[in-house]
């Protein structure tokens, strides 16, 4: 009689509640962050090398002293640049179809009024030339 309490008590799982509790808890953010931190390594050490600076020991020349200034691997404008678009927010797909679909219907109608303005222009300097 105990036994047949419990069972009344405890309430069906439904559908929803059935598929959420079997799931295995998804591991692939955690593959993903593993694979990023193996990539970190060595980009950041050719990062380091990069960011070194090297010269040529030349014995003192006034025509070597070119040559024995300290150079980067990457030049300072590619470090520049690539620190600078980091910097940039990219708009998201939404966005960039609005944005895309604007400049095309400014270009359309452009296109219209410019057509418009030098068809007009032809007939009247048809008319004052050609007459």
Same mark, same amino acid.
């Given at each position: 009689m105990n036994k047949s309490n419990k069972v009344s008590s405890k309430k069906p799982k439904t559908i929803r509640e059935h598929v959420s509790s079997s799931k295995k808890p998804d591991d692939k953010k955690r593959r993903l962050h593993k694979a990023a931190g193996s990539v970190k390594k060595p980009v950041r050490a050719v990062k380091n090398v990069a960011q070194k600076e090297y010269y040529i020991p030349l014995p003192k020349n006034k025509y070597t002293n070119f040559l024995n200034k300290k150079?980067? *691997?990457t030049p300072k404008f590619f470090v520049e640049a690539?620190?600078?678009l980091k910097l940039v927010s990219w708009p998201n797909r939404k966005e960039t179809t609005q944005l895309t679909t604007a400049v095309l219907l400014f270009a359309v109608v452009?296109? *219209?009024?410019?057509?418009i303005v030098d068809y007009g222009l032809d007939k009247v300097f048809e008319r004052l030339l050609l007459k």
């Open positions: 150079r980067r *691997v690539w620190r600078e452009f296109g *219209v009024i410019i057509a």
